[in-house]
């Protein structure tokens, strides 16, 4: 866990272009943002005495809030069962299981259903624990107290202003924990939300069927892509740059870059790039 804890964060600031800057997660040992919350939550589980050296750790997810689950159990030694969709990608379910994790499968599609799973397995099982991601506060301010930070002390080296941190929604911790970060600072940055733009659709972390923990009407902008569109933006940018990346991070860049072209704007735009492509290349 001490290793984990040393390298979780600090991510750098890339530019794509002269208006859009990027973040680029996949730097955290497990390869993905989801790195950040579950550090976040379970040193706060730990400090709490929640997480004991038997405790069974669990979560339902789309694939990375898993993976980084799976290598948090991993470090601590405890072991680690994941509820998730049978549709997601199965390069994910194997970084898991080189992890350790076990993997209980809910129907295509069926967030609300892993959900559920995960709910039934916490109830019945005392040595049980979640990180809720879909409904612990925490989540939002992890990305609040430090994400957001992070992001805003990379912006002011660059001499420009932070016109708009533009990203997809699943949990919503990250987009809401940087909203508020902005409203505290009195800062003029909009706020943009990226959707999928069908349903269902493979534009896997981002669209998980409910809002969560991010309100769309509290947000300056809903800005929808389609998964053919992501997919193919993440090609671009991986044949463009070198730099292979996953396809919620082609619908952040392609939605900022819609963002860019409508609003002329002078300052930078921020997105994230939420992880790494190789855990997509059998949909690619």
Known sequence: ??????????????????????????????????????????????AYREIKDNTVLCEATSGNTGISLSMVAASMGNPCVIF????????RRQMMKAYGAKIIDAPEHDFTGAINMRDAFVKSNKDAWSPMQFSNMANVYCHKNTTA???????????????????????????????????????????????????????????DGKDFLANPLTMDRIIDVSTEDSIERARKFARDTGVLIG???GANILASERWIEANKPRG?????LCDRGERYLSIF
């Open 1 to 46: 866990m001490d290793l984990i804890k040393s390298i979780v964060g600090n991510t750098p600031l890339v530019k794509i272009n002269d208006n859009l800057y990027a973040k680029l997660e996949s730097y955290n040992p497990a390869g993905s943002i989801k790195d950040r919350m579950i550090h976040y939550v379970t040193n706060r589980a730990r």
């Open 84 to 91: 998730m969709p049978s549709n997601m990608s199965e390069e």
């Open 149 to 207: 930070p992070e992001i805003h002390l990379d912006v002011i080296k660059t001499n420009r202003t932070w016109d708009a941190f533009i990203h997809g929604s699943g949990t919503g911790g990250t987009i809401e924990g940087v909203r508020q970060y902005i409203i505290a600072h009195r800062l003029a940055t909009k706020v943009c939300m990226v959707r999928p733009s069908e349903s269902p659709h493979g534009i896997q972390g981002i669209g």
């Open 247 to 249: 396809i919620s991070s």
């Open 268 to 272: 930078i735009v921020v997105t994230m």
